[in-house]
């Protein structure tokens, strides 16, 4: 009986070592289940949406596109990846759903700005290969830049819903399968924008800097920007203010001061070649009554007078409403920009703490 029980055991420990001995060890052995997914629905976002805005930002390392010039396309960089233990070829086709940008935008997921993008806008691969190997490849979004620039788009964002699906092996993560293109057309059309501010603007706020003041420690003169006779209303001062609103760019008529006919406040730099816009805005008030203008005038010492704006086509203007002036430059220019007002009703005028300039190096 010992006997028979001894050889008992010593025939399940050799059988329990030889199963061993024929197992993986923990390092060979592969875990998790293998999905195919679009990395942009997630990158952006880590989770909270699918959305993939374009551009991405405002420099080389996060833009998200490339364009075509010799096509005139817009190339939004797309992909497919495999995640999980296994590999091999596979392939996924490629399809949009109009259905989920309405919902979202029915639903106010999306801003109030953004439509639908046209299906003649833009063209997709029918389908993406995955070669053995590899876990991933890459794909675009092609948008026709003629029809981006079109005014019927101007202030607009265009979403597209691009969506992987029938994967002819391995499963999708269907909450990642879809992602969610928004394209800013301003930001895109004349952007991604650099803040040059201060490399070319002499104090340009944030706080300004006054050169003299009044008695009263009310108003003063803007350092180093022009301001003509009309701008230094406030006994000869003007152009600054420091009040409630703090240390700002400023000019108004009436509560006891005079009108201001034909004031001016500028600043004449000198700038490369390339894209720009110029703003005071936001404003801290904005309360012009007459119309009032920024402007900006290449190749000129000075701003033109108050009554030689409107038509003149050697300068570029806009409403002190509208606060932003854009311009292109052939080559490195002298500019003046600034600031022209006719303040003929009592009660008006404005405020900023800061003028910015902007450059865009990638303007379409």
């Not at 190997?133 to 979403?159: E, P």
């Not at 803007?222 to 240390?247: K, V």
């Amino acid at each position: 009986m010992k006997l028979r029980s001894i050889t008992f055991f010593l025939l399940l420990y050799m059988a329990v070592s030889g199963f061993i001995s024929c197992q993986k060890s923990a390092s060979d052995v592969g875990y998790g289940l293998s999905y195919i997914y679009m990395p942009q629905a997630i990158n952006q976002s880590a989770g909270i949406n699918n959305n993939f805005n374009v551009p991405a930002g405002t420099d080389t390392s996060t833009y998200n596109y490339q364009v075509d010039t010799v096509n005139a396309k817009l190339d939004v960089l797309l992909g497919v990846y495999l995640a999980g233990p296994e590999s091999g070829a596979y392939t996924v086709t490629v399809q949009t759903n109009s259905d989920t940008i309405q919902q979202l935008i029915s639903t106010q997921v999306l801003d109030a700005t953004t439509i639908l993008m046209p299906a003649s806008m833009y063209t997709l691969p029918t389908s993406v290969n995955v070669n053995a190997g590899a876990r991933g490849n890459t794909f675009q979004l092609a948008i026709d830049i003629a029809q981006l620039k079109q005014s019927q788009y101007a202030g607009k964002n265009l979403a597209l819903a691009v969506k992987v699906a029938n994967p002819t092996k391995y499963a999708l993560n269907s909450s990642l399968s879809t992602t969610i293109i928004v394209i800013n057309v301003n930001t895109m059309v004349i952007g991604p924008a650099n803040e040059i501010t201060s490399t070319y603007i002499k104090n340009p706020g944030s706080p300004f800097v006054a050169s003299s003041m009044d008695g009263g420690g009310r108003w003063g003169t803007l350092a180093l920007w022009t301001e003509n006779a009309a701008a230094r209303s406030h006994n000869g001062n003007g152009g600054f203010c420091n009040d409630g609103d703090g240390l700002t760019m400023d000019m108004e008529s009436g509560w006891g001061s005079p009108q201001i006919y034909n004031g001016k406040i500028y600043q004449t730099i000198n700038l490369p070649a390339g894209s720009y816009s110029f703003t005071p805005a936001p404003w801290v008030w904005q309360g012009t009554l007459d119309p009032t203008y920024v402007v900006v005038a290449p190749n000129l010492d000075s701003l033109p007078d108050y009554s030689n704006i409107i038509g003149n086509n050697a300068i570029t203007s806009a409403n002190l409403s509208v606060g932003t002036v854009s311009f292109t430059l052939a080559t490195p220019s002298k500019v003046s920009l600034g600031i022209v007002v006719n303040y003929i009703q009592a009660g008006q005028g404005f405020k900023t703490h800061a003028v910015h300039l902007y450059n865009y190096p990638k303007h379409l």
